[in-house]
């Protein structure tokens, strides 16, 4: 008997910068075919943002907390999904299953001493199949790395999915709280640049009180102070050869803090820094990957901040625009990708690209809890 499943699939992350649930629904024709159908981002609640923000620095993490967060954040996604499909007017049936990522509270890849690595997300998928009554499939980072990948980034064969018919050398650019990169090709490949808004957002905190730099408008009232920016680009993560990965357990305030130049610098000038250093690092690693390259497609919370993508677009002699250039919306492709995932998990696809991860193999990625 052929039991026809839906072709719509709900996607949902929280991402480094911890600033809300993103959910996109998509549709999947067959393999080939993607559509984005609807998308939107529902904050979190300030207690439960700065819970989980403070798991995600090492030393504050608690186990009680981790598990009382866990349940905490499946519950508010299952209840988010639940009022979402009511006024999109859909039922769970419509539905073949949701895609949790959850919330990265530490993401630890493998090195020279640890083979395996680990990253740990939280945003229990039992509650999630519980409240919304959907298949749900999360855990898709694991399967990669027990077979010695770095589980991340995940993004690039669904970049590739959606922007492999355009012609030229094209890179997918993600900047979110870290940044990631996608070059498409038969077999695309990609890794994380470094800090992306997530140093931006903690030193706007910190010193105007706002979550993020509202158009990057606070930087571009800066100066880039360039003994401390060339001090940052210094640090051996930008040297590493792909593969590689890395969060906000490493690209954070006490990591900013080591450089002596900081306490000398203005506030101002050091945000103008920041972004400096997100757009260097990034181009750097455009350019040794991706040379000739003709068009960079971003993505992410980033490609709002105007100041950071005039200063792209300024130093890059290739388009640099937002998704949205190219007909996506650029708010809604990091959970359109766990939509995607959870499609491929039900159809017993490999999901992961070991060229990205640097797994042993391809892998069928993700664990399903039944609805
Ligand atoms: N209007 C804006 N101006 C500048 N930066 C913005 C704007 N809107 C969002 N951002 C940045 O984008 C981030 C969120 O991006 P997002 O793609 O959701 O990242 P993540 O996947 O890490 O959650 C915010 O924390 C902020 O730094
Ligand atoms: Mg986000």
């Given at each position: 008997?052929?039991?026809?499943?839906?072709?719509?699939?709900?996607?949902?992350?929280?991402?480094?910068?911890?600033?809300?649930?993103?959910?996109?629904?998509?549709?999947?024709?067959?393999?080939?075919?993607?559509?984005?159908?609807?998308?939107?981002?529902?904050?979190?609640?300030?207690?439960?943002?700065?819970?989980?923000?403070?798991?995600?620095?090492?030393?504050?993490?608690?186990?009680?907390?981790?598990?009382?967060?866990?349940?905490?954040?499946?519950?508010?996604?299952?209840?988010?999904?639940?009022?979402?499909?009511?006024?999109?007017?859909?039922?769970?049936?419509?539905?073949?299953?949701?895609?949790?990522?959850?919330?990265?509270?530490?993401?630890?890849?493998?090195?020279?001493?640890?083979?395996?690595?680990?990253?740990?997300?939280?945003?229990?998928?039992?509650?999630?199949?519980?409240?919304?009554?959907?298949?749900?499939?999360?855990?898709?980072?694991?399967?990669?790395?027990?077979?010695?990948?770095?589980?991340?980034?995940?993004?690039?064969?669904?970049?590739?999915?959606?922007?492999?018919?355009?012609?030229?050398?094209?890179?997918?650019?993600?900047?979110?709280?870290?940044?990631?990169?996608?070059?498409?090709?038969?077999?695309?490949?990609?890794?994380?640049?470094?800090?992306?808004?997530?140093?931006?957002?903690?030193?706007?905190?910190?010193?105007?009180?706002?979550?993020?730099?509202?158009?990057?408008?606070?930087?571009?009232?800066?100066?880039?102070?360039?003994?401390?920016?060339?001090a940052c680009l210094s640090d051996s993560y930008f040297q590493l050869?792909?593969?590689?990965?890395?969060?906000?357990?490493?690209?954070?305030?006490?990591?900013?803090?080591?450089?002596?130049?900081?306490?000398?610098?203005?506030?101002?000038?050091?945000?103008?820094?920041?972004?400096?250093?997100?757009?260097?690092?990034?181009?750097?690693?455009?350019?040794?990957?991706?040379?000739?390259?003709?068009?960079?497609?971003?993505?992410?919370?980033?490609?709002?901040?105007?100041?950071?993508?005039?200063?792209?677009?300024?130093?890059?002699?290739?388009?640099?625009?937002?998704?949205?250039?190219?007909?996506?919306?650029?708010?809604?492709?990091?959970?359109?990708?766990?939509?995607?995932?959870?499609?491929?998990?039900?159809?017993?696809?490999?999901?992961?690209?070991?060229?990205?991860?640097?797994?042993?193999?391809?892998?069928?990625?993700?664990?399903?809890y039944a609805s």
């Amino acid at each position: 008997m052929n039991i026809q499943r839906p072709n719509l699939f709900l996607g949902c992350i929280t991402g480094t910068s911890v600033d809300g649930l993103d959910i996109a629904l998509i549709r999947i024709a067959d393999s080939q075919s993607i559509a984005i159908e609807r998308a939107e981002t529902v904050p979190l609640p300030d207690k439960l943002r700065k819970t989980l923000l403070e798991l995600g620095q090492p030393g504050a993490d608690d186990l009680d907390q981790t598990g009382y967060c866990d349940i905490e954040l499946g519950h508010f996604i299952g209840e988010a999904i639940n009022s979402l499909l009511h006024r999109w007017g859909l039922k769970p049936t419509d539905i073949a299953a949701i895609g949790s990522h959850g919330q990265t509270i530490r993401h630890r890849p493998p090195t020279a001493n640890r083979p395996y690595g680990f990253s740990t997300q939280i945003g229990d998928p039992n509650q999630i199949a519980e409240r919304s009554k959907l298949t749900t499939v999360a855990d898709f980072r694991r399967r990669d790395m027990a077979a010695g990948g770095h589980g991340a980034p995940l993004a690039p064969p669904f970049h590739q999915a959606l922007f492999g018919h355009l012609s030229g050398t094209t890179v997918v650019l993600n900047i979110g709280g870290i940044s990631n990169i996608s070059i498409l090709g038969k077999t695309p490949s990609g890794f994380d640049t470094g800090p992306g808004n997530a140093l931006m957002d903690s030193w706007c905190e910190r010193h105007i009180g706002t979550p993020y730099d509202q158009s990057g408008k606070w930087a571009a009232a800066g100066k880039i102070d360039e003994s401390l920016l060339a001090a940052c680009l210094s640090d051996s993560y930008f040297q590493l050869t792909p593969p590689k990965s890395t969060g906000r357990e490493y690209f954070n305030l006490t990591w900013l803090n080591q450089y002596s130049k900081l306490s000398t610098t203005s506030p101002v000038d050091v945000q103008a820094t920041l972004c400096a250093l997100t757009v260097t690092s990034v181009l750097n690693a455009v350019h040794q990957q991706a040379p000739g390259i003709r068009q960079l497609i971003v993505c992410g919370g980033g490609r709002l901040n105007n100041h950071l993508m005039s200063s792209l677009a300024q130093r890059s002699d290739f388009t640099v625009g937002p998704s949205e250039d190219w007909n996506i919306d650029g708010d809604a492709i990091e959970a359109a990708l766990f939509a995607w995932l959870a499609h491929c998990r039900l159809a017993a696809l490999a999901s992961n690209e070991p060229a990205v991860s640097g797994a042993q193999g391809y892998r069928i990625l993700g664990a399903v809890y039944a609805s």
